[in-house]
C-alpha cells in the first residue's frame, strides 16, 4: 500500500479516452493489461531522508475492469511484499497460472503490487550498490572484482526500518485512493492505527519478537555485519531460490521435472529483471535490505478487527506454522480464517497448490469466507 505522483495515472486515463474514441474488438476487453506507477515519496529512509524519491507500482487489470465505471473501488487489491522477494516476483510470476495478480485480475478485481524502498524497481540508497557492505563471505563469494581481502562497509547503519516502509506503503495506499477512489486502508501494524480495510489477506505473517508477548520486538541489526546481508539486504542466488521454494516439498515423484525447471527459471529471471545491478554480481543476485520487525505485538494483534485470511505452510520453514497460528488465535478481528496448505513452502504462490491459495483469497474478498466459513482454521489440499 503507498501513495503519490500521477505520472502513470495518466496511461489510465489516456486509456479510457482512447477506448471512448475508437470502440476496442470483444476480444480487447478480455486482455489483461499491466501498467507501471511510480508513486513520489518523501522518503523517511534513514540514509535518503528527506528526498522525493520514487516507489514502483504494478498494476494488472483487465481491460474491461479498467474501462467501467467507479464501482471498481470496491475491488482493489494491494499487495505487499515480504522480507526478501519483490511483489511484481512474488505475485505476479510470468509462467502459465502462477500470478495470483493475473488470477484476481480476471475475476474483475484491479490489483496493483508495491516495492519499498530497497526493493525491486524501486529506489534503492546508494549503499545498497557498494560490494563492501556485503558480509566478507559474501564478498570473497562473489568476488565482484577479483580480489581475495574484504573490504570495509562504506555504510553500518539501519538501511531500510518499519517506519519507512510504513511511510511508502501509505504514500501508495493514498495514491490508489486517488487513482481508483478506494477507502482508506493499512497493512499490518498500520491497520491497528487506522482501520478503515474492508478485508485483509496476509500470506506468513508473524508477530515480532516472542509470540504472544507483549510490547516485544526484534533488536535492530548493523546490516553490513549481518552474515546474510548484501550491501545492506540479502543475497540469494537461483541454487538457493529453486531450493527454497522447491525442496521436499514438491518432490519429483509429483511433479515433472521440466515444469519446476521452467517455473524456477522464469521466477529468478524476475528476479534479475528487477535488479540490474543484482544481476551482475557474480552469477546474479537478488538484493534486499535486512528486516528489522518491531511494533507488531500481541497488543497490537489483539487490537486488530478488520476481517483476516491468514495461509501457512504446512512445510514452511521460514515462518514455522506454530507462530501463525499462535498468531491467529491472538488476532482481535471477530472473523479470522487460518489456511492451512498442505505439500507447501513458504513460496506457497510457486508450488503445487497454489491455485488453492488464490481460490482462497478470492473467496475472501468476495464473500468473507473461506470454503463457506469466516472463523476458524480450514485445511486445504491434505
Known amino acids: 500500500m503507498k501513495n503519490r505522483p500521477h505520472t502513470l495515472a ?7 479516452g482512447h477506448a471512448i474514441a475508437q470502440p476496442a474488438a470483444a476480444e480487447d476487453y478480455d486482455r489483461v493489461l499491466r501498467l507501471d506507477h511510480y508513486v513520489g515519496v518523501r522518503s523517511t529512509v534513514p540514509a535518503i531522508a528527506g528526498q522525493k524519491t520514487p516507489i514502483y507500482v504494478r498494476e494488472v487489470v483487465r481491460a474491461s475492469t479498467a474501462l467501467r465505471d467507479r464501482g471498481i473501488a470496491n475491488r482493489v487489491v494491494l499487495f505487499i511484499h515480504g522480507a526478501g522477494t519483490p511483489s511484481e516476483v512474488a505475485f505476479d510470476v510470468p509462467y502459465q497460472d502462477f500470478s495470483w ?5 480476471q475475476a474483475g478485481f484491479d490489483t496493483f503490487a ?13 549503499a545498497m550498490n557498494d560490494p563492501c557492505n556485503l558480509s ?26 518499519i517506519a519507512s516502509d510504513w511511510n511508502d506503503i501509505a504514500a501508495v495506499v493514498d495514491y490508489l485512493r486517488a487513482l481508483r477512489g478506494a477507502p482508506a486502508g493499512r497493512h499490518g501494524v498500520v491497520v491497528a492505527r487506522r482501520p478503515a480495510l474492508r478485508r485483509l489477506c496476509g500470506a506468513k505473517s508473524r508477530q515480532g519478537g516472542q509470540a504472544r508477548s507483549a510490547g516485544a520486538g526484534l533488536q535492530p541489526r548493523h546490516l553490513a555485519k549481518s552474515p546474510d546481508a548484501v550491501a545492506g539486504g540479502r543475497r540469494r542466488d537461483e541454487h538457493a531460490v529453486a531450493r527454497r521454494a522447491d525442496g521436499a516439498v514438491e518432490p519429483p515423484g509429483r511433479v515433472p521435472g521440466p515444469v519446476r525447471a521452467g517455473r524456477f527459471q522464469a521466477v529468478w529471471q524476475a528476479m534479475l529483471d528487477s535488479d540490474p545491478v543484482g544481476a551482475t554480481w557474480g552469477t546474479g543476485v537478488r538484493r534486499a535490505p535486512n528486516v528489522t520487525s518491531w511494533g507488531w505485538t500481541t497488543a497490537v494483534v489483539a487490537a486488530t478487527k478488520t476481517p483476516t485470511l491468514m495461509v501457512t505452510g504446512a512445510h514452511d520453514k521460514q515462518v514455522l506454522p506454530t507462530r501463525v497460528h499462535d498468531l491467529h488465535a491472538d488476532l482481535g478481528a471477530k472473523s479470522k480464517v487460518l489456511v492451512d496448505l498442505a505439500c507447501s513452502s513458504h513460496n506457497a504462490m510457486w508450488e503445487k497448490n497454489h491455485l488453492l491459495l488464490f481460490q482462497s483469497s478470492l473467496e475472501w474478498l468476495t464473500k468473507g469466507t473461506v470454503n463457506g466459513v469466516d472463523q476458524g482454521v480450514v485445511r486445504l489440499g491434505y
Open 136 to 161: 566478507a563471505a559474501q564478498q570473497l563469494a562473489l568476488a565482484p572484482d577479483g580480489r581475495v581481502e574484504a573490504c570495509s562497509p562504506s555504510y553500518g547503519q539501519q538501511l531500510t526500518t
Open 101 to 105: 495478480m493475473e488470477y484476481l485480475a
Open 114 to 126: 508495491m516495492d519499498t524502498t530497497g526493493y525491486g524497481r524501486s529506489t534503492r540508497p546508494a
Open 10 to 16: 495518466f496511461v489510465v486515463v489516456a486509456l479510457a
